[in-house]
């Protein structure tokens, strides 16, 4: 075996090569996988990742007709053709997942946008985790984590302290991913300010080039957008696309959730539907709230009287008005990252209140549980409201 040629390599040139398909596909090779990636440390990373979707195209939970796959890897190989960039093979890639074996990774296709989005689940980390275009990745283990990238993108700083460097290109994207109990800050290029909550995702470029701006959300954010007329910022989320005409805004889009939410702080924003033939805009003034319920096709528009309700979370406050308890105690599970189970009949009162965040969890439990006139206990890792 010649390991010269392959100290160029990158995941995709290993994936397309026809000698370390092989390796890979044939379980009698597994020794020269194993001499490969001894020899080759400095590629350990991009070998892991080529076996990783090379096994799994060969994993055969639902069958394909041969023409499609034909024309599946026809896509792939003419994207290679013309020398995209790693993100971009990895979105046809994982397209080829998606549709002959049914997994479940994200991945993002990124030449110019995020219009093309696969949604599915990152790998689990207790920590706050930034991915950078290049797939460097730099773990964050504080609770709450800032992270502010110059204005050309390539200079990024975490937590005030740390310097992290990247090369800038044209169609590159970058991921930050707050797992729960963690939160986290960023600054982006243009000066845009978004805060994400615990069990979030954003996906946006090191500098927004071309005539706009488009970030990719998944969870919960506010965002302070900086005003540019001559390049509208965008929120794109599974459901639904925001174009941003000013400025303040907190956006809920937890994919496991059925109900979605914008509230308005500031200025004015216009919400469309993913693949809706409904070509109209619907716009939000401030103090209103849009929600959308996933399969149905309109929002629904009404008027707030305190939007501090739906941001303070980012000052570690949960403030509710007629909300539901099994709702509320949702909301605390993603923060503190803990599982929280209810018992309760239908009949339970709709409860108003304030929550300091900043108390442990089981302060803030017996404080919900006073409120609502209920009770909670714990089992194991988990805890358990019921009626009184």
């Given amino acids: ?196 909550n615990s069990g979030s995702k954003l996906v946006f470029p090191s500098v927004f080039k071309g005539k706009t701006r488009e970030v990719y959300l998944e969870g919960e954010a506010l965002f302070d957008v900086t005003k540019n007329n001559e390049k509208p910022f965008y929120v794109k989320t599974d459901v639904f696309k925001m174009k941003v005409y000013g400025t303040k805004f907190n956006v809920q889009a937890y994919l496991q959730d059925n109900a979605y939410s914008i509230v308005l702080v500031e200025g004015k924003v216009s919400m469309n539907i993913n693949n809706s033939v409904q070509l109209t805009e619907v716009f939000l003034a401030p103090n209103q709230k849009a929600s959308l319920t996933k399969g149905q096709g309109n929002f629904e528009i009404n008027n707030v009287e ?35 189970e209810t018992e309760l009949p239908d009949n339970v009162e709709k409860i108003y209140g304030k929550l300091d965040l900043k108390d442990d969890l089981e302060r803030v439990l017996d404080g919900i549980a006073f409120i609502s006139k209920t009770k909670y206990k714990k089992e194991g890792n988990k805890y358990v409201f019921m009626a009184n």
Avoid: C
């Avoid at 303070?312 to 509710?320: N, Q, S, V």
């Fill in 1 to 196: 075996m010649n390991l010269e040629h392959f100290k160029l390599y990158t995941t995709d040139d290993f994936i397309f090569d026809d000698d370390f398909r092989k390796i890979v596909q044939e379980s009698g090779h597994s020794d020269r996988l194993k001499v490969l990636l001894e020899n080759l440390p400095e590629k350990r990373n991009e070998i892991n990742i080529a076996v990783h979707v090379l096994r799994g195209l060969h994993v055969e939970r639902f069958h394909q007709p041969y023409q499609r796959k034909k024309d599946l890897w026809h896509q792939i190989l003419q994207a290679q053709k013309k020398q995209v960039r790693f993100m971009y093979f990895r979105y046809a890639a994982s397209l080829l997942l998606l549709i002959g074996v049914g997994s479940a990774v994200l991945y993002i296709a990124a030449k110019k946008n995020v219009d093309k989005v696969i949604v599915a689940n990152n790998p689990p980390s207790d920590n706050a985790t930034l991915i950078l275009a290049d797939g460097k990745e730099v773990s964050i283990s504080s609770k709450q984590s800032t992270v502010h990238f110059s204005s050309d993108g390539s200079g990024i700083v975490v937590n005030d302290t740390s310097g992290v460097a990247q090369a800038v290109s044209n169609d590159g994207l970058n991921q930050m991913i707050v797992p729960y109990g963690k939160r986290s800050f960023v600054l982006l290029s243009e000066g845009t300010k978004v805060w994400l």
């Fill in 306 to 340: 305190n939007t501090e309700i739906y941001t303070a979370w980012i000052e570690g406050y949960l403030t509710f008005v007629n909300e539901e308890v099994p709702d509320l105690l949702k909301r605390v599970s993603r923060y503190y990252n803990v599982t929280i």
